[in-house]
């Protein structure tokens, strides 16, 4: 239960939160491994290159829809559902209330230390709800514009390495001559002793030691939600020199930007939250403008392709709920397509420089490449693969991609996904560390 509140928090956090750094919303390069700059060629080509929007091969205008969600766990998924089967808040009343000396509380007792003692060593843990929506015009070949909507929210666990014990802080109210009275004692719980679990503690080795006072009055045992985003609202012109042989196409991207940070904590012993409390007062709004640009040498005779995308080129900031300010750090991406018949296209696309995800401290930088099969108007098949090189330990390994669009040319249907190659654990199953599935729905009209 405690699961599905926090990812219902996560939603209600996203639910407003629009574009970063990292993502990709172009159902058809998504589907290629996320190659796409040298080959994109729908309504939401200009999110991966502006100069795509100005095809020669591509003067239809179009119309797309599209919305997905992504999940991407990082050390955390399964600790948190041990948490959560062991009923933390419930537990600690019971061994407060000495209602802890029997095989069921002390079994819980034991998941809850073994848990919390995992994450303690994972500082770096985090669970990611990456939802998406896009609105996007491609109009003819020199014009595109939409609503770009992406959002992160990202839950993380803060374990107080030093308060793993169970002490419990017990208070007793007594009448005396007519007044009422309260004492404090601190009982000290030992899950695995052979005998009587309970013994005498002190209130110095509550406040140093307890997982209690950590959790109910310190709260440095806790989970962080935050969420970060960006709304997008660009306006493309794209045009063309003409070579003879070759052409250059380029394209200019003016977004305005609306970003909003959210901030709010769960505690691990609080099964009745309110997922919208505080929010209100834990959320900045910044808003701004940013720049991409692209350019795509097309050689009319060879079939192949280069181009070169840079996104965020004045690298746009936006104000954090704690007073910090998160920047979106410019992004250039190399690119290089080849089309070996009508029906195929094969692009391969390297993210020239590094970037870091300051949401969940993360480096990315990817080399990714994929196949485009669209023997039919109304039919295409798509798979790619792509790796993060900044990534020493390879967490998530290979991420592999796939997609199929069908319907009439007036209106089809596309249906992309990612799966991490890697695998975690959660409640015991295996379980991808990433996925993403988007839906997208496409109104083509004019040529090709």
């Known amino acids: 239960m405690k699961q599905l509140k926090i990812l219902t928090l996560s939603g209600i956090l996203a639910s407003s939160l629009f574009a970063l750094q990292n993502h990709n919303i172009d159902y058809i390069s998504m589907s290629m491994g996320g190659a796409g700059v040298a080959t994109s060629y729908g309504s939401l080509s200009a999110y991966v290159n502006p100069a795509l929007v100005n095809n020669k091969d591509n003067k239809r205008t179009e119309f797309g829809l599209s919305v997905g969600i992504g999940i991407q766990e990082h050390e955390l998924g399964d600790d948190l559902n041990k948490l959560s089967d062991a009923e933390v808040g419930d537990t600690l009343d019971k061994i407060a209330n000495g209602e802890g000396d029997n095989p069921d509380t002390r079994d819980k007792a034991n998941k809850i230390t073994e848990a919390l003692k995992d994450l303690a060593n994972k500082e770096n843990n985090y669970l990611m709800i990456t939802p998406n929506a896009a609105l996007s015009f491609k109009i003819g070949r020199h014009f595109a514009l939409g609503i770009d909507v992406i959002a992160d929210a990202k839950i993380k666990a803060v374990i107080d390495k030093n308060r793993l014990e169970y002490i419990s802080h017990v208070q007793d109210t007594f009448t005396y001559a007519g007044q009422n009275y309260q004492t404090d004692s601190y009982v000290k719980y030992d899950p695995n002793a052979p005998g009587n679990a309970y013994s005498q503690s002190d209130k110095t080795a509550y406040q140093t030691t307890s997982i209690e006072y950590a959790m109910k009055e310190s709260n440095t045992t ?148 994929g ?78």
Do not use: C
């Open 222 to 369: 806790r989970l962080d939600v935050n969420g970060i985003s960006i709304a997008e609202i660009p306006l493309t012109y794209a045009n063309n020199i003409d070579l003879g042989d070759a052409t250059i196409n380029w394209g200019i991207t003016a977004k305005y930007m609306v970003g909003t940070t959210t901030s709010t904590q769960i505690l691990f012993t609080d099964d009745d939250y309110d997922p919208m409390q505080n929010l209100d007062e834990n959320t900045v709004d910044t808003t701004t403008f940013g720049v991409d640009a692209g350019l795509v040498i097309q050689n009319s005779d060879s079939g192949f392709k280069l181009a070169i995308a840079g996104k965020n080129l004045n690298s746009p900031e936006f104000d954090l709920v704690n007073g910090d300010v998160y920047k979106l750090k410019a992004k250039y991406t190399t690119g290089i397509a080849y089309s070996a018949t009508d029906m195929i296209d094969i692009a391969i696309d390297y993210d020239l420089n590094e970037i870091t995800d300051e949401l969940t401290n993360q480096k990315y930088q990817y080399i990714k490449g």
């Open 371 to 448: 196949i485009n099969f669209h023997p039919l108007t109304w039919f295409s098949l798509r798979a790619g693969a792509r790796q993060n090189l900044a990534d020493k330990d390879d967490y998530n390994g290979l991420i592999y991609t796939a997609g199929v669009g069908v319907g009439l040319k007036w209106l089809q249907v596309d249906l992309a996904a990612e799966v991490s190659q890697n695998s975690g654990s959660y409640d015991g199953e295996d379980i991808p560390r990433y996925a993403k599935v988007n839906l997208a729905i496409v109104s083509k009209w004019g040529d090709n």
